[in-house]
């Protein structure tokens, strides 16, 4: 029928592990929001997570970072929301299978070594309703400024501990 038509997906981003032991890709209906699907060979696709997209997979198969996209729906409905709605990354701990969602992020990359991960973060909105001229034009050119550069996170994945650095360009 035309409605399970509408339900057929089609896999993209095919990823596998440099040891063999994950595979990931994302699943895609016609109309609709992407699934991150995670399979470890002998134990099946049972890591899964909505929204997800673009996997990458550390090099010592610990962790898998990918693309958060937004809610289709959400995103049709807040178009011209301020500041807009943006992209985050999802982190996913494979042997725990614990996930975390992180909020306006642009980029990420694992090292080489797959102990460290770098991303970064959307630059930041300007700043409204400064009232007075003076104050609204110095206010406009830092404003100029913080939208050019963005936040830079490197975080240790082995201790959780994240080392910020502010206004990058």
């Avoid at 306006?104 to 990359?109: H, L």
Wanted: negative net charge.
């Amino acid at each position: 029928t035309f409605e399970d038509m509408m339900d057929f997906r089609v896999i993209e981003d095919p990823v596998i592990s440099e040891d063999g032991r994950i595979i990931a890709f994302t699943t895609r209906p016609d109309r609709g929001n992407p699934e991150l699907v995670v399979c470890r060979p002998g134990e099946g696709c049972t890591l899964k997570h909505v929204l997800g997209c673009k996997p990458l997979i550390s090099s010592d198969s610990r962790w898998l970072a990918a693309v958060m996209e937004i809610d289709l729906v959400l995103s049709v409905k807040e178009k011209e929301t301020k500041p807009p709605l943006r992209e985050g990354m999802l982190l996913l701990e494979v042997e725990s299978a614990a996930w975390q969602e992180i909020k306006d992020v642009k980029n990420f990359a694992f090292s080489d070594d797959g102990l460290w991960l770098v991303y970064q973060k959307f630059p930041q909105e300007p700043e409204s309703g400064v009232s007075e001229d003076k104050e609204k034009a110095e206010s406009t050119e830092k404003n100029k400024e913080k939208e050019k550069s963005s936040t830079l996170v490197l975080r240790d994945l082995q201790s959780g501990k994240e080392y910020v650095s502010e206004n990058v360009e």
